[in-house]
């Protein structure tokens, strides 16, 4: 199982002594995240400063980019990685793409769909000249020598997207290369809608499910003693009322045995009450959706909870500081060990 390091974009002088951090203290590769900072960016200083490190964009929003855009980006990211980049994409919201981006978002599992297969027909132009791609939302069909990448010295790039709803499951396991499962993904979640619906999809396009790699994010909560946990425990109280105060994933927290709980945040969230949001978010619910543990029991509960179903598992919060990111790393070697 590969284990991998989340991380918000930084600024750009920055990235690189995280980069060779996070190489040396063992992990498999690094994922950035959105937000303010753009994704592929990052990965591009990090590319240089750690060679050998594998690269994902856990997600980077399709939409307001072109598919050929993205492509080319991805393109170059997998040519300075040695084909260790992993393209992941993701919807975002209405409101951001719309109101922030200024960009289409009809039917947005279906335009995600094409685009994937566009951002592949354009991989295949790179390689043979010949750009052929015709779908419901884009039609890419004109490449000329001189704005084509050309060819590279290695395999395409995995396209990788963020689903949760079973459509957007099945639509993965059809046509990308791996899932990003998100944050509330617990294992429950994981063996009801994930493992079933990624392999309808994979059946559909005649391939195995093995074929399509899956991406878990996780929270820790470490520490041998409850002293070290709490300020961790806190944190994660606050970052599941986060996720959880979006509607469509309200059907995560109910499945799970905590019905009504969306709806309780929301209304805190609506009435700016931030503390209140973290408050409908009790022990029980941190037990279900993280995982705590003294630090010599990390690698086997995170095994326990994750082997045989996990490709890759993401640490949400192994960077927070120096020493607990080595001593997260010593857990990811370990769990890099164990033969899948």
């Known amino acids: 199982m590969h284990i991998d390091v989340m991380t918000t974009p930084q600024p750009l002088e920055k990235i690189g002594d995280l980069a060779r951090r996070t190489q040396a203290f063992g992990f498999s590769g690094l994922l950035f995240t959105e937000t303010g900072r753009t994704a592929y960016l990052n990965a591009a200083v990090a590319s240089q400063c750690a060679p050998g ?41 209405r409101t951001h793409v719309v109101r922030r981006y200024g960009a ?51 395999p395409d790039p995995s396209v990788d997207v963020a689903a949760v709803n079973p459509w957007m499951l099945r639509m993965a396991g059809e046509v990308a290369d791996g899932l990003h499962v998100h944050p509330l993904g617990e294992p429950g979640y994981i063996a009801r809608h994930v493992v079933p619906n990624v392999a309808a ?4 396009s005649g391939r195995s499910p093995s074929e399509v790699a899956v991406i878990v994010p996780v929270m820790t909560i470490v520490g041998d003693t409850d002293e070290e946990r709490h300020n961790e425990r806190e944190l994660v109280r606050a970052s599941l009322s986060f996720y959880g ?12 045995g905590f019905e009504g709980t969306t709806a309780r945040i929301r209304e805190k969230q609506k009435a700016g009450d931030f503390a209140g949001m973290a408050d409908q978010i009790t022990d029980d619910h941190i037990a279900a959706f993280a995982t705590e543990s003294t630090w010599d029991g990390l690698a086997g509960a995170l095994g326990e909870k994750y082997a045989g179903v996990a490709t890759r598992l993401v640490l949400y919060n192994a960077a927070s500081d120096l020493e607990r990111f080595e001593r997260y790393g010593a857990v990811a070697r370990a769990m890099s060990a164990v033969p899948d």
């Open 53 to 93: 490190l594998d690269l994902l964009t856990g997600v980077a929003v399709a939409f307001p980019r072109s598919p050929f855009v993205t492509a080319a980006t991805a393109w170059e990211l997998q040519e300075a990685t040695g084909g260790r980049f992993r393209l992941g994409l993701g919807t975002q919201v």
């Open 104 to 154: 289409a978002f009809d039917r947005p599992g279906p335009r995600l769909r094409d685009y994937v297969l566009a951002v592949k027909a354009c991989f295949a132009a790179f390689r043979t000249g010949t750009l052929d791609h015709h779908g419901e939302f884009y039609d890419l069909d004109f490449l000329t020598p001189q704005w084509s990448a050309g060819p590279i010295d290695a």
């Open 201 to 204: 999809g994979a059946a559909k």
């Open 245 to 256: 105060s979006t509607p469509n994933y309200a059907f995560i927290w109910d499945e799970a």
